[in-house]
């Protein structure tokens, strides 16, 4: 069980989930982190958005471990990332 902390301003508690923190991703210094993990003193993103051309891209980097979308507090922010993709594709708002 791992413990994740959604960034400061989205207003969401950390939460555990049953998957693995990953190290040494290389991501682009312009993402926007959604939640991270502390590992060896170090914060580690493995939630992400990025604009991309047209289009607002989330990254999800937990979900090794199926039981990680077991996790209420992980597929909530998982569905909001999404919706702020779509709100931001589009202009609409998502029901």
């Known amino acids: 069980m791992s413990t994740f902390t959604p960034q400061a301003g989205g207003g969401r508690p950390p939460f555990a989930v049953e998957d693995e923190g990953y190290i040494g991703l290389e991501i682009d210094d312009e993402v926007e982190v959604l939640a991270s993990h502390d590992f060896d003193g170090h914060t580690r993103p493995l939630i992400w958005q990025k604009e991309y051309r047209r289009a607002c891209v989330v990254v999800d ?16 922010l998982l569905r909001a990332a999404m919706g702020r993709a779509v709100t931001h594709l589009d202009g609409v708002s998502p029901d």
Request: proline share 6%; aromatic share 6%; no cysteine.
């Open 61 to 76: 980097a937990l979900g090794r471990d199926p039981r990680a979308y077991d996790g209420a507090e992980h597929v909530a």
